[in-house]
């Protein structure tokens, strides 16, 4: 029988070594005056509070640096002017609830609203929006990764790697992945991290938790309908062994209910463009999950230097290079032998686990419309936003032993795992907490051997004094070190291994940064917030009712593949000044042009009408509409506008509509419906995008006599 006592002296303000080498204890209480519930909850999170916590909360500080000042200077993305300008002519319950244009997505369609709304075409409430999830879903990683294997200070690591990797940029500064599937992705891991609590704590609240974390990723996006299959998984993989059935099928229902419930509105009220497409092939399916993992997770994890290509506006990409891709794929793979050697049980849980979600996540990349979070937002960009959280956690499960792992450590596998009766209770081995003098890898698995055969203790404390007496019933055991005999604390030695990870944390993370640095630079020449600030500038500053041109956007700003599905800067301009006129041409018409600024363009004539005078008559009590031929067809030009000039012997509407050569009739957008009073009037409507226009009828609902004098089509030119 040997028994080790140990003295030690509790020093407020400084780091207890006896009985949690990490916890923080403060010199003052930080409850005085706050409710009892609230100081209650404060205490509760003091006492649990950690060095592992200090850090991670200073790499959540720098993260939120670094982001700003990337997303800060950056602009709106294309499809975020799409998304303001959809607000026009519906009602908010319409637009949030019932889209005619694009998936049920109330979260991302309520923020686009308030930002139409009250801050139209301005980019900082995109930042605040980029940084919050960001935030939340760090915050989230974080708490599922202390949960799962403890508050060691090495969790900061994975911690880390996951904050500053490039492979969640594209994702971060665009907003409307931002808004939909990163944020999509953030709220699936509270509801996983709410499930792993109640499944390993049995807390009541997490199971409301975990219904609201999914209908809040569901909300954000579709593919958050995959959060009970990624619960499944943990409960299949990490937690089997560490939780019982009956509570996971608790869980599970708690994720599954409402995930269903969401999946049926999301069937019944999204818009054409946001219906489900028909499941891709399963080589289409393949080869996007292996463009995600080999291009842009895997690398992109592993941090660079890489490059970018963005030859045009918004095409900016991860590009790291066939060297690179090797060298860094090679890293992962010896990670993973050593992951094996090390804990082959943790390993193949971790992995696992992880090819579940990757199942997961490729069911919902077959169906998930990737057009409706961007025109440039691949199947590959998805799955690589909802693969990067779960590939780090996967292996930080492989690298780290469980927080309450209580079985005993499988052959070849370090045996370092201890139980967690408190969540900041120190994972050191009782003889190390006797000695108070860090023990080499050696004697630690020793002390761990000793205590696992049959280890008491006792403990008797005073307001200055805790006298921890640890007793053993192994008989030659090594007698562990007195704090009589204890020599002064010496540091750690750190070995080869030890280095060789330093090293390759640096460079993982020195190599982020230089890739933020780059996609920084690559992201911030965009001429999209230049002409957006100037736009509003010269828009915000025009008289009243300012008749102005509806013209394409500049193709720096919009491709023109892209202008057929917003053909027009109309929108934009409403949302700034909802007085602007682009039908009335009685007046002289200015245009956005290419830098933002308003201007008087020259004007190129494209054809005109057959007959001149009264080309088309209408008699009041007669038809009430005329067709009228050009002189030829006219093939379609950016900026193309159709003119009519008419007399109207009363106040009426006019209505335009053009014919192509295909006899196919078409009705231009108009932009706004005006009631024209008696006389002499000229009005103009841009010519459909990509159509050549053959005839054009004209309209009239006044009821009196009217009579079509002019018609021409022409485009503006500088």
Known sequence: MQEVDRVAVRRPGLIDDVDDPYRYEADSDLTLGLPGWLAAVVRRRREAFTRTDAVAGALLLAQVAVLALLVGRGSLYLDDLRAQAATLNTSFVSFVLSPADGPFAPVPRLVDWVQATRFPLEHWPATFVALFVRVALGVAFYRLLRRLV????????PLAVMLFTPALLTATVWERPALTVLAATAAGLWAVDAFAAWQLQRQARSLVVVAAATLLACACHVSGIAVPAVLLALQLTVLAGRSRWPGALLGLIAS???????????????????????????ADVAGAVGRALLHQVVPGLLGGPYGWDGARAYAVVLSPGTTLTVLFWAVAVVGFGVAVRRGPGRTARAAGFFALVLVAAAA???VARTDAVGVLFSRADLLTVLLVPYLVLAASIAAFPAADASEAPEAGEASDAVRYDHPAETPLPPAELASGVPMTRRERRLAEAAAQTGLTSQTSQTSQTTRTTWTTRTAGAP???????????????????GLTLAVVVAAVLAGSLVSTVTYGIAWWDNPTGRWLSTMRGYVGDAEAYPRILATPLPRSIQPDAQSRVFPSSAPLVLLIRPDARFHDADGQSRSVNDTGALDTPLTANLGMSESSGCVGSIRGGQRTTRWLRLSRDVPYQAGAQIEV???????????????TPQGRQLTPVRYSDVELPAGAHRMHVAVNYGRTVHAVKVGFSGGGNFCVTSLSVWVPYR
């Open 479 to 497: 007698a562990p070190r007195t704090a009589a005999t204890a020599v002064p604390e010496r540091p750690r030695e750190i070995g080869t291994g």
């Open 150 to 157: 403890g508050p060691r200070l090495l969790i900061t690591v």
């Open 364 to 366: 919902v990349a077959s």
């Open 256 to 282: 599954a209910v409402p995930a269903a419930a969401f999946l049926g509105l999301y069937l019944t009220r999204s818009g054409a463009a946001g219906t489900p497409a028909a499941p891709h092939a399963p």
């Open 645 to 659: 000039g008419f007399l109207s012997a009363t106040g009426g509407r006019v209505e335009v509509s053009m014919q």
